[in-house]
């Protein structure tokens, strides 16, 4: 069956540290992989697109790797802050948005 | 940027009756919008994706006689939620595409949480 996980449920970290999420998939063969903010209440804020050719991309303090390989992606957020915590959801781009279970980071200072 | 807007933010509404949500494109003409449900910590559900004009395609498990999809412009999508019941209480998503190419353009509103009681 078709599956996407994102690691744990909720990440802690502490502020100026590297925060790493992780995003696995089975039986997809994405053109692209997103990565979103939610936060609580909200509806999803675009973060990173990267496509199935592409290894990784980075956007200021953000950093994503795509392996269609190991169907995995990598999501970091260096030099982290209070400010980045939310919940943050991977969604595999085939002709419609798939979205994984999401990980909640919490960062203190 | 691209804007998207919902109404309302929030409802209540008693069991058996109707409740429909209103999702905007503010500044720029969505193709296609799509319409998502999520439950407390849990990620979102495409519920179905709506094509301006032409009738909404439903995911497997969604009833489209109770979830009501109108797409009648470019900039404008309505979700009726029909006899609804407690358990349909959610959070409501909606996302609007820009262009044809991918679903890169797209942009989602703030949520409707839907409260049936």
């Known amino acids: 069956s078709q599956k996407i996980e994102q690691n744990s449920e909720a990440l802690n970290i502490q502020e100026g540290k590297t925060a790493t999420l992780t995003c696995n998939y089975t039986n997809y063969s994405p053109a692209y992989l997103q990565w979103y903010r939610q936060d609580p209440g909200r509806g999803p804020v675009f973060l990173l697109l990267i496509r199935e050719n592409e290894k990784e991309k980075r956007k200021e303090r953000l950093k994503v790797t795509f392996d269609t390989t190991l169907k995995q992606s990598l999501f970091h957020i260096t030099a982290s802050q209070p400010a980045d915590s939310a919940t943050y959801l991977c969604a595999l781009d085939t002709d419609k948005l798939i979205f994984g279970t999401g990980t909640r980071l919490q960062v203190f200072p | 940027g691209a804007v998207v807007s919902q109404h309302p933010s929030w409802v209540i509404c008693k069991s058996g009756t109707s409740v429909k949500i209103e999702c905007r494109s503010l500044?720029?003409?969505?193709?296609?919008m799509f319409w998502y449900r999520q439950f407390p910590k849990q990620s979102l559900m495409l519920m179905a994706t709506s094509n301006e004009g032409s009738k909404a395609t439903y995911e497997q498990g969604v009833e489209k006689d109770k979830f009501l999809i109108n797409h009648a412009s470019l900039t404008l999508s309505t979700l009726t939620v029909t006899s609804a019941h407690p358990e349909d209480s959610s959070f409501y998503i909606c996302?609007?595409?820009?262009?044809?190419?991918?679903?890169?353009?797209?942009?989602f509103g703030p949520g409707t949480r839907l409260t049936v009681t």
């Open positions: 500044d720029f003409q969505a193709t296609t």
């Open positions: 996302s609007a595409k820009r262009g044809t190419v991918s679903s890169y353009e797209q942009y």
